[in-house]
Structures are given as structure tokens and as C-alpha cells.
């Protein structure tokens, strides 16, 4: 079983795990730090995984609630129908009482010799090729310490600020820092940079958080890094939604996601 990038610890419940919260899971501002959802969605899919036995096809999340450093995640996994090829899965992770991410998903293979794929990668010149980009937090504690972009197009991080994206689309090469694998949790982590991308449509100092997210494995193959081919369709009421198509280096759409999210502005250097 590949290593994970976040702690998630079995009980002598096959249904149940648990998550301890450090810091390295964690983003957002000295004080406020919480744990990041794409590690909520992650640990929810390994879990179901685990529990099952089976690899994911789709799963969505609905985010609830914050889980602080510190904390500590039960992960409890449903599985209302299981047939001969397919599982329907439940999780519902909390704190204590509080609900923090709720997970729908299907999990299974079967065999068959169809595959193919009708949307190609983009044109991308290769990770070392493109200048490493840094978080605008700052990219030096919590969640994005562990992580390396690279931008290939667009504004990422500190560099948002200008004019806005004619087309609302980012592109960046993404991998976790160490010896992990990319799997299901690993883009499901990367599905959730989906609000790092409305800074570049707005041209402002802007992101987000999460209402959602929903992630579609294809099919996922041996690769170093992923291309995360980032648009946002639309802002409008406070609210922006996007899309993700994620990569491989060698051109195989391994997944695709899709996010709802509360758009943040921050004017002010006391925002940041």
C-alpha cells in the first residue's frame, strides 16, 4: 500500500479512522490555520478505499467545517450498497460533535477493453523549464511547505495582481515534496487548488474557500508531476465556480474536478 501524505490511522473498527491534525496538513494565516479540505476530500477517499477494498471512481465532498491543529478527524465510512463490481460509499468525517467534510462516492473496476480519452493536454514545456511559483502566504510552513508548483501560464500566488485572465485559465505543474505516490488522495489534494485560480481571472489579490468539490478518476498512470489545467467558468454574487483537468506528463487525463467557491478579496496588506 502506497505511503500517504497526511497520518491517517486505522482502529479496530474497519469502518473507522482517524486523522490527527498537524500542521504540515494545515493552511491559512499565523492563529487561524485549518486543515486544508483537499486533505479533508484525500483522507476521506483513502479511508473509503481502505474500507472497501476497491479504487475510487468519482467522489464529492461537501465542506462543513473547520478542523484546527491540534484536532483530531474521525472518519466514519458507509457503504449502503456494495454489488459484484461497484460500492457506493458514504464518510463522514468530524470533530467531536462537529461535522467537518461530508463524502459521497463509488468506488470499483471492471474489466473491459474500451479506454480512450477526447480532450488532449495542453502545450506545456517541461517542470524544470518553468519558473517555481511560492504561495502568497509564503511557501516556507503547513500544507504548501510540502508542495512544489510550477507556473506555466497565468499568475499564481504573490504575482496575481494585474490584468484580469481574457479566458480564466491557470496552468501548473504540481507535486507533493518526498516519496509519494500519485494516486487518488494525491490529486484529490490538487483538485482542491481549483480557487488558486481566481486571482488570475480577476487580476486581483483573490481566492477563496471551498463549498465543494468533486473529483472523476479515469485512469491514473506513473507520472512525477501533474499538470493541473485550472478554469474558472464564472464569478458572480460572491461566488465563483471551476473546473480542473489533471495530467499526466506524458498526456493521460487522469482526473478531472469541479468546485464551487466563496470568492476572497483582499485589498488590505492586514488581510493577507
Given amino acids: 500500500m502506497e505511503k500517504l501524505f497526511f497520518d491517517l490511522r486505522a482502529t479496530h473498527n474497519p469502518h473507522r479512522w482517524f486523522l490527527p491534525v498537524e500542521p504540515g496538513i494545515c493552511v ?68 467531536d460533535d462537529k461535522e467537518i467534510i461530508t463524502v459521497n462516492a463509488a468506488l470499483g473496476q471492471r474489466d473491459s477493453p474500451y479506454s480512450g480519452q477526447w480532450t488532449d493536454r495542453p502545450d506545456a514545456p517541461p517542470p524544470e523549464d518553468c519558473d517555481a511559483a511560492e504561495h502568497w502566504r509564503g511557501s516556507d510552513v503547513g500544507l ?55 486571482g488570475n481571472a480577476l487580476g486581483k489579490n483573490a481566492g477563496g474557500n471551498s463549498l465543494d468539490n468533486t473529483l472523476r478518476i479515469r485512469r491514473i498512470v506513473p507520472t512525477d508531476w501533474v499538470l493541473c489545467d485550472i478554469r474558472i467558468l464564472g464569478v458572480h454574487g460572491g461566488f ?21 467557491v466563496i470568492v476572497r478579496v483582499r485589498e488590505r496588506p492586514e488581510d493577507q
Fill in 28 to 95: 491559512g494565516p499565523p492563529g487561524n490555520a485549518f486543515m486544508f479540505g483537499g486533505i479533508g476530500m484525500a483522507s476521506a477517499v483513502a479511508a473509503m478505499e481502505r474500507t472497501c477494498q476497491r479504487p475510487l471512481i468519482w467522489a464529492t465532498a461537501q465542506y462543513l467545517n473547520y478542523a484546527r491543529p491540534g484536532s483530531v478527524v474521525d472518519i466514519d465510512v458507509w457503504t449502503p450498497v456494495e454489488g459484484k463490481y461497484n460500492t457506493q460509499a458514504r464518510v463522514v468525517s468530524h470533530v
Fill in 144 to 198: 504548501h511547505s510540502r508542495m512544489e508548483v510550477r507556473v506555466v501560464r497565468g499568475r499564481y500566488g504573490k504575482d496575481r495582481e494585474g490584468n484580469p485572465e481574457a479566458d480564466g485559465r491557470t496552468l501548473l505543474w504540481a507535486r507533493p515534496r518526498g516519496d509519494f505516490a500519485i494516486d487518488a488522495t494525491m490529486l484529490a489534494i490538487m483538485a482542491d487548488f481549483v480557487p488558486s485560480g481566481i
Fill in 240 to 260: 465563483a465556480h471551476g473546473t480542473m483537468f489533471l495530467y499526466s506528463q506524458g498526456g493521460e487525463l487522469m482526473a478531472t474536478a469541479s468546485q464551487s
